[in-house]
């Protein structure tokens, strides 16, 4: 029997259930049509309410119910298999299983046996054939605008209702051992979601790479339970923390908690898997601002953050491709009114050079294996001290022009870099600079500024003082 598309194969169930029948198209490669649903397969659905395998225990594992429900089918095994709520199975064991036919289909409303406690989860699956081109996808088509809506109302009143969380998940079917019920196997999520006053779109991680991969027979880790066999290397899952079985026996009864090394449950030493469980691998938020396995941070617009696991060496790689392609970094800094400053400096890497480029296009500094570092000096900018300041900050400043109003006594130069040289032009007779230990002036002498007197001082290396460079009093 040829393959037919996962809608369809429903809409044909559902609709033969009702009286109707038609042609229903296959969805491999071959594109065959099925013949029309018979008046024996038109009612095919099956619940798992029916079956005389059926526990309707509260803790009660109903997997062979659900194949049951399957088998019973028939032949063909063209029909849907109803699993309602409060039902709980091994999904694993339905898809594996040789009694289930490949053309049944399941409905899901357990919503018991979500990818973790809690996670109500209503849906569709099939055992999966391995011989059809592609296996069920989901389609929504239209001719003017196709959509897919996740709509929280946020009428429930728990945290994620008042965030208007909505998530599309990823998972690696349902997990082959472990406590019941057998949950699916998350992998990450993208998610929509408040963060304060901003929405953003998230893409977040739920179990670590190497349990993923584990070493059970289709891989995946599995939920912690006691007296359960256990392999070398295999990944378990307890509480949203992951663990690494050191070695082979039964588990004992103490569940792992430990958040570091490796301890003992009785039975199995479980070695402490360092991964930070549901954390953001990225983040952009409706500012456009920037996390990567960070938030945007509030005054960063991006933020790019190594994961702790992450052991490689942290490396930002720019790589054009073709032919002659420089690599340039614009930085366009905004004036008071909201204009783009006549500053805009520019990093340029070229074949062989580095250059940092000033706005009138002069290299700063340059870098090119041929001749090495090349540094050309440029104007560092000029400030008017403030009124009767006697000790200036010249953080970044190459000329400090003294203008005060009342006699002031300057005995100090605040926030020097070694090997700073600062002018000082008096514009003015009201200032007066004082000799000290950390302030030597030439003479070791006090000396009065008369308007247009320029005093050089520069900040030596191995000492915590400005030295007098040269003077020109007028």
């Known amino acids: 029997m040829k393959r037919r598309s996962f809608l369809d194969h ?29 008046s024996s397969e038109r009612s095919n659905v099956r619940s798992v309410f029916d079956m005389p395998s059926y526990n309707p225990a509260p803790d009660a594992d109903n997997t062979r119910a659900v194949i049951d429900a399957a088998k019973s089918l028939g032949k063909s095994g063209r029909g849907l298999v109803r699993i309602p709520y409060g039902v709980i199975y091994d999904r694993s064991a339905v898809q594996e299983s040789s009694d289930v036919p490949v053309e049944a289909v399941f409905e899901d409303q357990s919503l018991v046996n979500g990818g973790y406690p809690g996670a109500n989860v ?69 998610e929509f979601s408040l963060y304060g006053e ?85 983040r952009i938020d409706d500012l456009g601002r920037i996390g990567i396995n960070s938030q945007p941070q509030p005054g960063t617009f991006m933020r790019l953050r190594q994961a702790p696991e992450d052991e490689q060496q942290y490396v930002i790689t720019f790589e054009p491709t073709g032919k002659k392609k420089n690599i340039t970094l614009n930085f366009l800094p905004t004036t008071l009114q909201g ?14 050079a580095i250059q940092f480029v000033s ?59 070694s090997n700073q040289q600062v002018v000082l032009i008096a514009q003015n007779s009201n200032t007066t600079l004082v000799n000290s230990s950390t302030f030597v002036l030439q ?25 007098e460079v040269s003077r020109s009093i007028k």
């Open 198 to 282: 901003r929405w953003a779109l998230a893409m977040r991680k739920l179990a670590p790479s190497a349990a993923l991969a584990g070493t059970l027979p289709n891989g995946g880790y599995w939920r912690w339970k006691q007296g359960e066999n256990v392999n070398t290397g295999e990944y378990c899952f307890h509480q949203f923390r992951f663990y690494k079985a050191s070695s082979s026996g039964k588990t004992g009864s103490s569940p792992p908690t430990h958040t570091a090394g490796i301890n003992s449950d009785g039975g199995i030493d479980w070695e402490y898997v360092d991964f930070n469980y549901d954390a953001t691998v990225f």
């Open 10 to 38: 429903i809409l044909g169930v559902l609709s033969g259930a009702v009286g109707a029948a038609g042609l229903l198209k296959h969805s491999d490669a071959n594109s065959q049509q099925n013949p029309p649903l018979g």
């Open 122 to 190: 209503i849906g569709y699956f099939d055992k999966g054939d391995p011989t059809a081109s592609y296996d069920y996808s989901l389609m929504v088509s239209s001719g003017h605008n196709a959509a897919i809506v996740l709509d929280n109302s946020g009428l429930a009143g728990s945290a994620s209702a008042k965030n208007k969380v909505a998530a599309l998940y990823w998972t690696g079917g349902n997990m082959v051992k472990g406590a019941l019920p057998k949950l699916r196997r998350n992998i990450g999520c993208v």
């Open 443 to 467: 003479n070791a002498s006090n000396i009065h500024l008369t308007p247009d007197s320029v005093i050089i001082m520069r900040k030596i290396p191995y000492a915590e003082k400005w030295i």
């Open 359 to 417: 706005t009138s296009t002069r290299t700063v500094i340059a870098e090119a294996s041929s001749v090495g570092f090349s540094i050309r000096q440029t104007s560092m900018p000029a400030i008017v001290s403030r009124d009767g300041d006697q000790t200036p900050r010249i953080d970044g400043v190459n000329t400090l022009i003294l203008n005060n109003t009342s006699t002031t006594y300057l005995t100090n130069l605040l926030n020097g870099t």
């Open 339 to 352: 204009g783009v400053s006549a500053t805009t400096p520019q990093v340029t890497i070229t074949d062989g």
